[in-house]
């Protein structure tokens, strides 16, 4: 009986370091993937691409209303047209973690890793 126990709490112990060893890892996997190396910034209409930018550039101007700002590697929507204005608030964004999104316009900002961009494309995929 008291065998019994002891080797159900060792089980648990073993357990719980497995489950820990396994979840450091996964963040370790996707705060590595969250900060991208050599940061590019992705700009989306209507799900399309319509362009890319390095991080460095102080100013990025498309054919769009919406204007960008570039400072310190991070990026903003500057100005916007949209009603709600929930683009222009977000402000700068410095990772992946969270992009920029403009219902209204249909606009999508995102900063991912210029080098990588392939391989974490290919990995979406895998993933999904
Ligand atoms: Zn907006």
Redesign the pocket.
């Known amino acids: 009986m008291n065998l019994n126990l002891s080797t159900k709490r060792e089980f648990f112990l073993y357990g719980t370091v497995a489950i820990l060893f396994i979840l450091s890892l996964t963040a370790h996997f996707i705060i590595s993937n969250l900060t991208p190396q050599n940061p590019v910034a992705e700009i989306y209409e209507n799900g399309v691409l319509i362009g890319i930018y390095g991080l460095e550039n102080e100013l990025v101007n498309l054919n769009l209303d919406d204007r960008f700002e570039v400072q310190n590697g991070k990026i903003r929507?500057s100005y916007?047209n949209?009603p709600?204005?929930?683009?222009?608030n977000t402000g700068f964004i410095p990772n992946g973690i969270i992009p920029i999104i403009?219902i209204?316009?249909k606009?999508e900002i995102r900063i991912t890793s210029g080098l990588n961009s392939n391989n974490s494309a290919e990995l979406d995929a895998i993933v999904k």
């Not at 709600?84 to 222009?88: G, P, Q, R, S, Y």
């Open positions: 929507v916007a949209c709600d204005k929930i683009c222009v403009c209204p316009n606009l």
